[in-house]
């Protein structure tokens, strides 16, 4: 089967959102798709391999563009029962979904919310041992998302994992099939399906790396149409 051109559109998180209900539910949204669909576990399972290779403690580790700390929130509660120390700084451009992201925030200490842009990072080079980053390469073009990366590369000091979706037609259809009969508010309706066809295919993704200038990188995927791009420790 072909796979659909990609589009060129905005969703409703790349925008100012008047009502916040819609935005927090839309990033309730995320997150059930994120602990649903594998988010979630895919970064888990390269934590867990990745951190018994970094000798020293606490882990210093950076999420780019958070929106709802969802990734950060089950990194904290996984490195608890692991008995892990680690301390976690997420960065998103949007104040005001900072503004929701902290809701309930006040039982991880070991989070910290900072507003930034992706495309240029506010810290000094190998800042964190570990970066990473979900959902938000499809938001930006192939030029934009080579810059994202080389900024995570520059600021990750031994690892970085980067995913996103995969465009085809069979997860566009499953996006559109989860956000209507599943998803909660108009939002994630429009979101969801349009967030698929902006998304990038494997080849892409490596010609993306490739722009940036990566070397070392490795290309996983992953079940339920995700893609991580991961430089482990000891890569270039």
């Known amino acids: 089967m072909l796979t659909p051109r990609r589009l060129e559109a905005r969703e409703f998180l790349d925008t100012p959102v008047q009502d ?5 539910q839309l990033l309730l949204e995320i997150r059930r798709a994120n602990s649903r669909y594998g988010g979630v576990r895919l970064v888990l399972h390269h934590l867990a391999e990745f951190i018994p290779r970094i000798p020293h403690r606490p882990i210093t580790l950076l999420d780019v563009a958070t929106a709802g700390a969802d990734i950060p929130r089950a990194v904290a509660e996984w490195a608890r029962r692991e008995d892990l120390e680690i301390r976690i700084t997420a960065i998103d451009l949007s104040g005001e979904i900072l503004a929701l992201a902290r809701i309930g925030l006040a039982s991880y200490p070991e989070i910290t919310l900072v507003r930034a842009d992706a495309l240029r990072l506010p810290f000094a080079d190998r800042s964190f041992d570990i970066v990473i980053n979900g959902l ?7 030029v934009d998302g080579a810059l994202v990366l080389r900024e995570i590369a520059r600021v990750a000091r031994e690892a970085f ?3 996103d979706l995969v465009r085809s037609w069979a997860a566009y259809a499953g996006a559109w099939l989860d956000a209507h009969m599943l998803g909660r508010g108009r939002l994630v309706r429009h979101d969801a399906p349009i967030s698929v066809l902006r998304s990038f ?11 940036a200038g990566l070397n070392g990188i490795e290309v996983h995927r992953h079940p339920v149409f995700r893609a991580a791009l991961v430089r482990p420790p000891g890569g270039a």
């Open 201 to 211: 295919t494997i080849s892409e993704l490596r010609q993306m790396a490739a722009l």
């Open 161 to 163: 994992v980067v995913n």
């Open 20 to 24: 916040s209900q819609e935005l927090w």
């Open 136 to 142: 938000t390469l499809h938001h930006f073009t192939l």
